[in-house]
T-cell receptor
Framework: SQTIHQWPATLVQPVGSPLSLECTVE??????LYWYRQAAGRGLQLLFY??????ISSEVPQNLSASRPQDRQFILSSKKLLLSDSGFYLC??????????FGSGTRLTVV | AQKVTQAQTEISVVEKEDVTLDCVYE???????LFWYKQPPSGELVFLIR??????QNEISGRYSWNFQKSTSSFNFTITASQVVDSAVYFC????????????FGRGTSLIVHP
């Protein structure tokens, strides 16, 4: 069965520190992978998506970046966090149009 | 232009009431998919339903039902006899063939069911 793992669940980081959030998928090959952010306003903002290894599309310019070093691994990074980077980060995967499965999310607080 | 509109920001009901969450979408594609997700307080988004643009049949799953009407570009979600456990934020989403099936989400509707 397909599963998605996302960690850590919660993270408190000081302003200016680096960030690395990891997401891995099991049980499927060549999935589309996504990073979303959900701020306090509740809406889901698509940050990055990837249709294959090394292929990253950015939806919103900001100080975050994403990488896909392996088929089922998706990493969200930042060199220097800002207060505005606080939020709930969700990783998701899909194959074709058959729905999207989300990870359990990482709640990031930048202090 | 917003492609998925969930006009209801928050709905509050008392247990056992029926409640309908509205979703209006906009697309020029003839092939597209619509989804509903539930986000309980724990935060994880839970898939509820997927409907393709060629299937306008309404669907019922237990206390949940969905009404897809292409004529009004709506995909509404009804919970019958609501329960406290239904309290969550519900998201409607659209993915289009022309958009590589990258989903666009509505802003969500927060449903609060009081005992």
């Amino acid at each position: 069965s397909q599963t998605i793992h996302q960690w850590p669940a919660t993270l408190v980081q000081p302003v200016g520190s680096p960030l690395s959030l990891e997401c891995t998928v099991e049980g499927t090959s060549n999935p589309n992978l996504y990073w979303y952010r959900q701020a306090a306003g509740r809406g889901l903002q698509l940050l990055f998506y990837s249709v294959g290894i090394g292929q990253i599309s950015s939806e919103v310019p900001q100080n975050l970046s994403a990488s896909r070093p392996q088929d089922r691994q998706f990493i969200l990074s930042s060199k220097k966090l800002l207060l505005s980077d606080s939020g709930f980060y969700l990783c998701a995967w899909s194959v074709g149009s058959y729905g999207y499965t989300f990870g359990s999310g990482t709640r990031l607080t930048v202090v | 232009a917003q492609k998925v509109t969930q006009a209801q920001t928050e709905i509050s009901v008392v247990e056992k009431e029926d409640v309908t969450l509205d979703c209006v979408y906009e697309t020029r594609d003839t092939t597209y998919y619509l989804f509903w997700y539930k986000q309980p307080p724990s935060g994880e988004l839970v898939f509820l339903i997927r409907r393709n643009s060629f299937d306008e049949q309404n669907e019922i799953s237990g206390r949940y039902s969905w009404n897809f009407q292409k004529s009004t570009s709506s995909f509404n979600f009804t919970i019958t006899a609501s329960q406290v456990v239904d309290s969550a934020v519900y998201f409607c989403a659209l993915s289009e063939q022309g958009g590589s099936y990258i989903p666009t989400f509505g802003r969500g509707t927060s449903l609060i069911v009081h005992p």
